[in-house]
């Protein structure tokens, strides 16, 4: 545990802040303070172009007074600033009353005592040195600029490590998680002016700097393997525009994931309250337990329990024990991702642990867990999908992203697609787009692989909310086939 | 409901001066940024959340030069107090001492090359917004609540004023201060059923200059449009675009306009066989696309404030002043973004990015109602959503219409049609744009939580390329 974070006093702020609450009359209180550390180092060309590093530091007391939220923060850590950030949030709370028309309930939650978590990793990235690690990464740039056909290489590491205390009264909890992401991109520019890009798949992780040296990716055959990826995807050809069957590998069905599933089932927004900014979702909650979101071997849990999970935690920033629970069973829509306040709104129990403010100056939202499609036991092998499928397409790595306010319509891009003919992979093909309608989407999922094709992906920057707030979420899977997919021609989409 | 409790801490002066004094070796700059944000969001007619914060910043660029090569350290961390600026500064020497040369190294700026009016305010105190910037716009908005619901209409949406002070301080003597202040309203009504739903939204430095009955009627008069709809297909239609989507797109075209990443081939900008399509005709009419400091209304920092060096910016060309720009002139690329370094590697002017952007054209007038009374049969759009690059080499994006499509028929809206997804480079359509409106201050939709300051005009697309249906409503 990081120790210059643990040495504030830490449970003497929350006293002053959570006394001060209620001492003047607020119902519920709890304290927060957190330290959040980055680095990003981002190198161009095998030459340092961005090193920065940042630090965070602050509280905050958010109160339920008379039956209305009330949130205040402060940088400075004392009892003082405490007690004053409760005062204001009291204040807030009050003048917010006579606007606010829907009383705030929380479901309950079991007192969990006094609580200490990590999350699970090796070597803490913050005490690697800089130089160290601009040199690995100036190490792989150069490997790939000394093979043939590279003109360019991106090379980015962005590291965080987050440190939060949290009280309510009921629950201590004293948490720390680390996560990184290290990223390369190699680029290929010819005499005529085209230009192609391939990109590393290593999903970011919450992992320490071991996962840079190997563990848990091997960066080492990944990065061997781009130069020859690239060449390839230079000399391909252009895709034909229609219907393809799909083979989707993890490092792309992530994403889709993502966007399709993991915001369409959060329940605040399917409710309205993300209305006129991101938007509701067609999986609206008179759907619960009738809705076929998909065929009947998808089996989708949430969870903030996974190991190396960026949404993984011990408890969330409402004191709820992290858990795992079914979002979608045998293709039916079964479940939401849940706060405190949403659970007891809609009579639905305990919360499943999905708040999370992404500083101390932010009030907690409902944000995503790790949602993450399973895998079928004794499954197929990714090879053995694509021997399923005469005439598609594998769709390999992610890379563009869209979908509509309610979550229907989207449309995804990769780093690299192959062709398949008669169950055998016959070289890349590019310009390719896939894009489809939800439902219909996961309604054409013929086959799951098995749990040796399973990958668990995730994205460093989830935006919700207005102000915006960004979080870390992982989402695993496995390769899957899809029948009848569009297709589409990017070159042909722009008009060129 | 939130507040940041007001404190006492260092003033930003303050601590840029014990900064660069702490300073053991080499060059240092120190920027000091006080922040305070005061928003409201609202939903069915009744504020959700409400809050007010303050942050404080400061940010430690460590320079250690040897020979030519120069290494930068960056360190930055809130909350600092003044007894903690000299650990900054030490972190930040060492991480330098840990860097590799950087390839975008620069003398730093000095006091004679910069304005002497962003200097003169150095000593004031920073600026703060708080909650009462609100104050008549928010009696405004509990006006238009009640006569939404009386229309039987749900409004929601979301209003933020941010006030930042920004004090830049270099070894070299350099001392700059700017006071940025950024509003912007977001308005979204729906008929009782949630079937029909219209979207409008402005930028504003202060909140006096918004006219929420306005917008109200405004965005009234689109939900009753809708109350016929029709089903359309995907394809290429005549397209109005108002001022929004028009700066949404030309945004991201601008955030695209990078002279390093055109120099190496990268980008829609790069000429093949090398170099950059400067002096190329993009669009078929002769607008202008420029980016101004001191354009009225959309006032933004005249000198450049680079917290860390990326592939579009350089912490060696902080204080950097910056003059009225044209990255189109006439419908001809003029320039992309330059720091010191890539105007040294491509041979062209320095013309830093500048935080407001600008479309014209000379003698354009009208409105998107006179546009639309141009037109005999097209699509006119209310704003875009989720916009992502699908293709950096023509600079294909996607994205979705959002909040109202309409048919436009012998000069009428006819109706409101399904929504679409888009798939347009804004750089193909600068050559299918017929026809543009006056410019008038607008706020980009899909990017507003980055960039508020924007003046776009109306504009007419030919064959706006609808890709496919959106089930969205």
Same mark, same amino acid.
């Given at each position: 545990m990081d120790p210059e974070f643990t040495a504030y006093p830490l449970r003497q702020l929350a006293d002053a802040g959570l006394q001060r609450a209620r001492q003047l009359g607020a119902g519920y209180a709890d304290f927060r303070a957190e330290r959040i550390r980055g680095q990003r180092i981002r190198l161009s060309d095998g030459s340092l172009e961005t090193q920065f590093d940042s630090d965070d530091l602050g509280l905050a007391v958010r109160v339920v007074v008379d039956g209305t939220w009330g949130f205040a923060s402060a940088v400075d850590m004392t009892s003082e600033a405490a007690a004053r950030a409760a005062a204001d949030a009291v204040d807030v709370a009050r003048v917010a009353a006579a606007i606010s028309t829907e009383r705030i309930e929380l479901a309950t939650e079991p007192a969990h005592g006094e609580v200490t978590w990590l999350s699970a990793y090796d070597v803490d990235p913050f005490d690697v040195p800089v130089a160290e690690k601009i040199a690995l990464l100036s190490g792989w740039s150069r490997q790939l600029l000394d093979a043939d056909g590279v003109n360019h290489v991106d090379a980015s590491l962005y590291q965080v490590k987050e440190c939060k205390f949290y009280t309510d009264g009921s629950t201590t909890a004293l948490q720390q998680r680390v996560r990184v992401h290290p990223s390369v991109t190699a680029v290929a520019v010819s005499a005529d002016g085209r230009f192609e890009t391939m990109r590393t798949l290593a999903p970011p992780a919450g992992r320490g700097y071991e996962y840079l040296a190997g563990t848990g990716w091997n960066f080492a055959a990944e990065l061997g393997e781009i130069p020859s990826l690239l060449a390839e995807k230079m000399a391909a050809p252009s895709v034909e525009a229609r219907r393809y069957d799909l083979v989707i590998d993890p490092s792309n069905l992530f994403l889709t994931i993502h966007e399709s599933i993991g915001h369409a089932t959060e329940l605040d927004r399917a409710l309205g309250y993300e209305a006129a900014y991101a938007g509701t979702s067609f999986a609206t909650f008179d759907k619960l337990g009738t809705l076929q979101y998909g065929s009947p071997i998808m089996h989708v849990i949430g969870d903030r329990t996974t190991e190396h999970g960026l949404a993984t935690i011990g408890y969330d920033d409402e004191g709820v024990a992290g858990q795992s629970w079914d979002l979608i069973a045998g293709g039916v829509l079964a479940g939401y991702q849940l706060d405190r306040r949403i659970a007891a709104l809609k009579g639905l #129990?305990? =919360?499943n642990g999905c708040a999370f403010a992404d500083s101390p100056s932010h009030m907690p939202i409902q944000r995503m867990a790790n949602v993450s499609l399973q895998p079928a036991a004794d499954g197929p092998s990714t090879a053995e999908l694509i021997a399923s499928v005469t005439d598609g397409i594998y769709v390999v790595g992610d890379k563009s992203w869209s979908i509509d306010m309610q979550r229907y319509n989207f449309q995804f891009t990769g780093q690299r697609f192959y062709r398949i003919r008669n169950g055998r992979l016959d070289g890349q093909v590019k310009d390719v787009a896939y894009q489809a309608t939800t439902t219909d989407f996961w309604n054409s999922m013929e086959a799951v692989g098995g749990p040796q094709t399973y990958v668990l992906g995730g994205a460093f920057n989830c935006g919700k909310g207005q102000p915006g707030q960004v979080a870390p979420v992982s989402h695993g899977c496995p390769s899957v086939v899809m029948r009848g997919i569009r297709i589409l021609n990017t070159v042909e989409e722009a008009g060129a | 409901m939130s507040a940041q409790s007001a404190e006492l801490g260092p003033a930003p002066q303050e601590l840029v001066e014990r900064a660069l004094a702490a300073a053991q070796s080499g060059e240092c700059i120190a920027i000091a940024d006080e922040g305070s944000n005061a928003n409201l969001r609202w939903a069915g007619n009744s504020l959700t959340t409400n809050g007010v914060s303050r942050s404080r910043q400061l940010t430690i660029i460590a320079i250690s030069r040897s020979g030519a090569e120069a290494r930068v350290g960056v360190v930055s961390r809130a909350g600092v107090r003044s007894g903690q600026v000299p650990d900054l500064v030490a972190e930040a020497e060492h991480a330098a001492t840990e860097a590799t040369p950087s390839e975008d190294a620069q003398p730093l700026i000095t006091p004679s090359d910069v304005l002497t009016g962003a200097a003169s305010k150095w000593d004031d105190s920073p600026g703060a917004t708080q909650i009462g910037v609100f104050a008549g716009f928010a009696e405004n908005l509990g006006h238009a609540f009640a006569a939404a619901a009386s229309a039987g209409r749900k409004l929601y949406g979301f209003a933020e004023h941010q006030l930042t002070s920004t004090y830049v301080g270099t070894s070299t003597g350099l001392r700059l201060r700017h006071d940025q202040p950024t509003g912007r309203l977001e308005l979204n009504a729906k008929s009782a059923d949630m079937t029909r739903s219209a979207w409008t939204g402005t930028g504003t430095r202060d909140f006096t200059d918004v006219d929420v009955a306005a917008l109200e009627a405004d965005l009234g008069q689109r939900l009753g449009w809708a109350e016929r709809s029709l089903e359309l297909p995907a394809g290429r239609y005549e397209t109005l675009l108002p001022p929004t989507a028009v700066a949404d797109l030309m945004l991201y075209m601008y955030w695209s306009a990078g002279a390093k990443d055109a120099l190496d081939g990268r980008t829609v900008f790069s000429k093949p066989g090398g170099g950059t399509r400067i002096g190329e005709q993009l669009a078929s009419l002769p607008v202008s696309l420029r980016s101004d400091p001191s354009a009225p209304g959309l006032e933004c920092a005249p000198f450049v404030i680079a917290h860390a060096s990326s592939r579009d910016s =350089?912490?060696?060309?902080? #204080?950097l002043p910056m003059a009225a720009t044209d990255w189109i002139a006439n419908g001809v690329l003029t320039a992309l973004t330059q720091t010191r370094h890539t105007a040294q590697l491509s041979g062209h002017p320095v013309t830093p990015g500048i935080d407001n952007l600008l479309l014209t054209a000379p003698g354009a007038t009208g409105s998107v109602a006179d546009l639309v009374g141009r037109t005999s049969r097209g699509l006119l759009l209310t704003c875009l959503w989720y916009i992502r690059e699908v293709d950096p080499q023509t600079l294909l994006l996607t994205g979705l219409t959002r909040d109202g499509v309409y048919l436009v028929e012998n000069g009428e809206v006819t109706g409101a049609v399904n929504n679409f997804r888009f798939n347009e480079s804004p750089v193909g359509m600068l050559s299918r744009i017929t026809e543009v409106g006056g410019t008038v201050p607008t706020l980009p939709r899909e990017w507003a939580d980055y960039f508020t300051r924007a003046a776009m005009p109306p504009a007419r697309v030919e064959g706006f390329n609808m890709s496919s249906v959106s089930q969205a409503s």
């Open positions: #129990g305990r =919360s | =350089s912490v060696f060309d902080n #204080g």
